[in-house]
């Protein structure tokens, strides 16, 4: 930070007992040394940014006219003000002097106090070095921690948090045209706007010749403005790395999309502005109030669900990034339709397109890094669950899902076994009928509840005449011993049906397990 005249006079030469006689407006002179000397002709051998502490004795036995050009000489040096200590030379100040100084607005400082100079010239000579030396720390520390976070390729918005705690103010990250790429120690975008308008500094932002961005500082800083903008181009640098390379990823959209989908799958990002940069580096930019659907699809090869979802979003006119984790294909879309049942309508869109793939639809959620992250676990496992039970059932299950549809099931898998095995004892006499004859008893009573008791959409589900399925369900209600469409039971035999599913799904996963172990 900046030594100025005021701060020397308040912290170093207060025991002088400092009284300023002319150029009260240049207090806030930045002092960069602090000197004292006799020599007359002193003005020459001075750079400019000194305090001068002087007896007077050289200027003793001049006239009026040549301490007036003393004076003259020493503001045209641009020295940060003159101080005379009285009682040595001068009982007084010389009014010749004063009033030159007066003319000059250059600062005439008096020492009514006789302190030794070299008392004074020590502390405040400590004191600038200090500064210069503070400041040398931060810009290293800056570097440092910037090359760190490019080391850990954590993005651009880690080092504008960097960059924000060494200047102590928020930023605002700027691309081409002013757009808005990203802020940091702001709420909003309209906050960050108004950082723009009221900026303390600001620098461009280049790589390999080019402007990428722009950085700027918003009001707040302690700092003053050279050491803000020496920090600011400090950070310049490592940033315009990361966003070249960011703007390298963009022109691979896929690589960028299955990076994030994969990093938000491991919660790997926090931070809204990180998301919105690793979004628009897939080519995805959903407007600010959208709402993001996750979508998880199982299908033979990643580019049979590309087109699913291309044909998907084209019918939908929505914004889309697709993404290849591992074995798994997804889907982020955007929506923007408040008060639409947004996971139905793509659901439905996806049951048109998505032949021979499964297909789990998610929770829609705003554009946070945390809430996405959640809402992409969540379909990861509910589609888990979802080819499960077709590979178990075959394809009478149902091949477009989603996690709501399926939240019974979500929460089966965290249960206690004995939960679970309580809700089994509702429907054991229709599971051990249908191991001992082979019939699917079972599966005609969770359709027929899940199609809302109805004769004639239950039958048409299960393929069945009806007078077979009142066959089935009559010997069901035999089995069980009660109504099992009362409305007081419908509920436990739904969770017992999704206890026995997860059974199901256990002994395949064990069968595989023993299966692969053996070396089958």
Not at 131 to 147: F, I, T, W, Y
Not at 290 to 317: E, G
Not at 423 to 442: F, K, M, N, Q, Y
Request: proline content about 4%; glycine content about 8%; some cysteine.
């Amino acid at each position: 930070m900046v030594l100025t005249l005021r701060d020397v006079l308040d912290r170093h030469l207060a025991a002088a007992d400092p009284q300023v006689l002319s150029g009260h407006d240049g207090l806030d002179n930045e002092v960069r040394w602090v000197h004292s000397s006799e020599i007359f002709e002193i003005g020459p051998l001075l750079s400019g940014g000194e305090l001068l502490l002087t007896t007077g004795l050289g200027l003793a036995g001049v006239d009026s006219g040549t301490r007036r050009h003393y004076i003259r000489e020493l503001a045209q040096r641009g020295v940060a003000g003159v101080a005379v200590e009285l009682g040595r030379t001068f009982d007084e100040a010389p009014g010749e002097m004063v009033r030159e100084a007066s003319s000059a607005r250059f600062p005439f400082i008096v020492l009514r106090t006789v302190v030794p100079f070299i008392d004074l010239c020590r502390a405040a000579n400590t004191d600038l070095v200090s500064q210069e030396v503070g400041a040398l720390r931060r810009r290293s520390e800056l570097d440092a921690a910037l090359h760190a976070e490019m080391a850990a390729g954590t993005g651009a918005p880690a080092m504008l948090k960097c960059i924000a705690a060494a200047v102590g103010c928020p930023l605002v990250l700027l691309g081409k045209g002013n757009a808005l790429m990203a802020a940091e120690g702001l709420d909003d975008d309209h906050s960050a706007w108004q950082a723009v308008d009221a900026q303390a500094a600001s620098v461009p932002v280049g790589m390999r010749g080019e402007v990428v961005a722009t950085l700027v500082a918003g009001p707040g800083s302690p700092l003053d403005v050279d050491d803000l903008l020496t920090l600011l181009e400090v950070g310049a640098g490592p940033l315009g790395v990361t966003l070249s390379l960011t703007r390298e990823l963009a022109g691979l959209p896929h690589r960028a999309a299955s990076s994030l989908v994969s990093d938000l799958l491991e919660r790997r990002i926090d931070r809204r502005s990180d998301l919105v940069m690793r979004l628009g580096a897939a080519g995805f930019r959903p407007a600010r109030t959208s709402q993001i659907v996750p979508v998880a699809v199982d299908v033979p090869t990643p580019r049979m669900a590309s087109r699913i979802t291309a044909s998907v979003v084209k019918s939908l006119a929505a914004q889309s990034m697709h993404a290849q984790v591992h074995a798994t294909s997804y889907a982020l879309i955007a929506t923007g339709r408040p008060g639409n049942d947004d996971v139905t309508v793509i659901a439905d869109a996806y049951r048109e397109f998505a032949d021979g793939a499964t297909v789990v639809v998610g929770d829609p959620v705003p554009i946070d890094a945390q809430e996405l992250s959640t809402s992409l676990l969540r379909v990861r496992h509910a589609l888990a669950l979802a080819v499960a039970d077709r590979q178990i059932v075959g394809g009478s299950a149902d091949a477009v899902t989603s996690t709501r549809a399926l939240a019974a099931d979500l929460a089966m898998e965290t249960l206690d076994a004995a939960v679970r095995d309580d809700l089994l004892a509702v429907i054991a006499p229709v599971i051990a009928w249908d191991a001992e004859h082979g019939s699917e008893l079972t599966r005609t009573l969770e359709v027929h509840l899940r199609h809302g008791c109805s004769a004639t959409r239950s039958a048409a589900a299960l393929n069945l005449g009806r007078q077979s399925l009142y066959q089935r369900l009559e010997r069901i209600r035999g089995l069980i011993g009660f109504d099992f469409t009362a409305a007081q039971t419908y509920p436990g035999l739904l969770l017992a049906l999704c206890a026995h599913r997860a059974q199901g799904r256990r002994r395949r996963s064990g069968a595989e397990l023993d299966r692969l172990s053996s070396g089958e």
